[in-house]
T-cell receptor, first 120, second 113 residues
């Protein structure tokens, strides 16, 4: 079974600085998708960025970028020029490219989250 | 605007009572999911469904039940058999196949006393 591990329960960053959140995963599959979700105090989950495992190029979305190391099974999120609005829980998630054998449905596996504090 | 709605935002119940959480989507998504979120435990999958009248148990299905009578709706019932029902519940949906992003509702905070 696949697992996702976020080893940093909490991180802090000074406003305008850069911070990196760590995520590692375990899988025997070669084709899958990885995601970072943000959950602000409103608790609405928002997709930040996604990465296809077959792509070597790291995904980038404005101030957010990932460092995807497939062999190491590592998927870290870098937030540049941190803003107060970036303060939130961040969840790393994994989804297999292959659906459930019986139902064809795709399951998403989430890490336990990292709480990011942004200091003014 | 398309999206997922969950109601109510806060729900209070007495121990021993069943309670149903609503989840509706107008995104025309095939798959729908229910997650439970507790502090320090991330999101844990309760039930998921790909098509109408079909659903599968997730990792923590005991004490919960669901139905999928319409594509747009996936209500979750928290039964009295659930030992620790107080939690934040999130509903999500996604397209199947090549489109793989999950969209989430705003969540329902259930408190059972």
């Amino acid at each position: 079974a696949q697992t996702v591990t976020q080893s940093q329960p909490e991180m802090s960053v000074q406003e305008a600085e850069t911070v990196t959140l760590s995520c590692t995963y375990d899988t025997s599959e070669s084709d899958y998708y990885l995601f970072w979700y943000k959950q602000p105090p409103s608790r609405q989950m928002i997709l930040v960025i996604r990465q296809e495992a077959y792509k070597q190029q790291n995904a980038t979305e404005n101030r957010f970028s990932v460092n995807f190391q497939k062999a190491a099974k590592s998927f870290s999120l870098k937030i540049s020029d941190s803003q107060l609005g970036d303060a939130a829980m961040y969840f790393c998630a994994y989804r297999s490219a292959y659906g459930d054998v019986l139902s064809g449905t795709y399951k998403y596996i989430f890490g336990t989250g990292t709480r990011l504090k942004v200091l003014a | 605007d398309g999206g997922i709605t969950q109601s109510p935002k806060y729900l209070f119940r007495k121990e021993g009572q069943n309670v149903t959480l609503s989840c509706e989507q107008n995104l025309n998504h095939d798959a729908m999911y229910w997650y439970r979120q507790d502090p320090g435990q991330g999101l844990r999958l309760i039930y998921y469904s790909q098509i109408v009248n079909d659903f599968q148990k997730g990792d923590i299905a005991e004490g919960y039940s669901v139905s999928r009578e319409k594509k747009e709706s996936f209500p979750l019932t928290v039964t009295s058999a659930q030992k620790n029902p107080t939690a934040f519940y999130l509903c999500a949906s996604s397209l199947q196949g090549n489109s793989y992003e999950q969209y989430f509702g705003p969540g329902t905070r259930l408190t059972v006393t």
